[in-house]
């Protein structure tokens, strides 16, 4: 079971590291090797809220998501993104961004640099609606009941999550803006593009989250109703007729995985400019630990582990709204990466634990019948 769902991501490491000992010696060996964990420790939380959208899909779909998926994820992310991002802020045409990424690298890496509040205010936008989304809905099983109830309560307040969304990027804009002015006003029209790629962030997730989100809600009638136009169309000899509709709800869903992995990225790919600025062993590094990433989730899914650990999507999406507001942050201040893993992997694992202890206390009140009161007094 381990080596089936690991197998690819053990096999691109090899290669991975083969090739980074190819191209830069055992140098280029250590750096692919530290972006490797550097990019698993940042997306944990990432595997986590992927297997809760993931579980819902069947396998065909769970095998897309590990290699389609995993093309956008690498190539797309990892390889290309940083490039597109240097040639719309350089205005410069894919080749030359590519030959600058190559050749200049001290330029290369000034240029992203430069393109990071852009790119935080869009990535931050998005994963806070995740996040504010998660802990404004009413839920049967609570981690942190003291603050998930009344949490609940007001997310019965229409449209709360994008207004308090909006105000935490009208902030974040007036900040940088009022703070860029005062160093000179080099950076202030940057206020406007803060606020903008955090609009374009909302616009995001409302259009991929609401399309998904409405196929899903869909998705258990469209399948009750394929099974049984499957069986008529058996019985009659006519091809299936109800796969299509089936398709276009998982297909939904796939993109907005995608999105949401484009989201967790950012972090990573800003970060990995802390270790090198050499695009090709960024593509490596960040490309193997994408491989881990992809292949957690489906483990995750495989091994039922979110229906045996109720809190682990909680403490993910805790994480997520730690970093949501980490990226927001550094639009303006510089956050070590290691401060951003810790914070995610100290969450999860909380949440891990105190799954463990409701199993234990479920299994000595001998059953689901505590359930309800072992949830009350549940807490980190």
């Not at 860029?180 to 950076?187: S, W």
């Amino acid at each position: 079971m381990l080596l089936k769902t690991f197998g690819w991501s053990f096999a691109v490491t090899a290669l991975g590291l083969v090739a980074a000992v190819f191209y830069g010696g055992w140098t280029a060996f250590g750096i692919v090797a530290i972006l490797s964990i550097l990019e698993i420790s940042l997306s944990f939380d990432n595997a986590v809220v992927n297997a809760g959208i993931l579980k819902k899909m069947n396998a065909f779909w769970q095998k897309i998501f590990l290699t389609i998926g995993i093309l956008i994820a690498v190539f797309g992310m990892r390889l290309v993104f940083p490039v597109v991002i240097v040639a719309v802020s350089a205005q410069l045409g894919p080749i030359e961004a590519v030959d600058l990424a190559l050749t200049d690298k001290d330029r290369y890496q000034e240029l992203v640099t430069d393109a990071h509040p852009s790119i935080a205010a869009f990535g931050g936008m998005f994963l806070l609606m995740i996040f504010l989304d998660f802990i404004f809905e009413d839920r049967d099983i609570k981690w942190l009941g003291w603050l998930e109830r009344p949490l609940a309560k007001l997310g019965k307040v229409d449209m709360l999550s994008v207004c308090i969304a909006l105000i935490v990027l009208l902030v974040s804009a007036i900040t940088f803006g009022a703070h860029a002015h005062q160093h000179g006003g080099t950076h202030a029209d940057k206020a406007e593009t803060v606020l903008l790629a955090g609009i374009a962030g909302l616009i995001t997730y409302m259009i991929v989250g609401g399309l998904s989100g409405y196929f899903e809600d869909k998705l258990e009638e469209e399948e009750e109703r394929e099974h049984e136009e499957e069986e008529a169309a058996e019985r009659a000899g006519k091809p299936k007729s109800a796969v299509k509709l089936a398709g276009k709800a998982a297909f939904f869903m796939f993109l907005y995985l995608e999105v949401l992995d484009a989201s967790f990225s950012f972090d990573g790919v800003i970060g990995a400019f802390a270790v090198t600025n050499d695009i090709v062993l960024m593509a490596l590094g960040l490309g193997i630990g994408a491989m881990y990433v992809r292949s957690l989730t489906v483990y995750l899914v495989r091994q039922g582990t979110l229906d045996d650990y109720v809190y682990l999507e909680h403490g993910a999406h805790y994480a997520i709204g730690a970093l949501a507001v980490i990226l927001l942050v550094t639009i303006q201040y510089q956050i070590n990466e290691i401060i951003t893993g810790l914070v995610g992997v100290v969450l999860i694992g909380a949440s891990f634990w105190s799954s463990v202890r409701r199993n234990k206390r479920l299994a000595a009140a001998g059953g689901d019948g505590d359930q309800e009161k072992a949830e009350v007094s549940s807490g980190v």
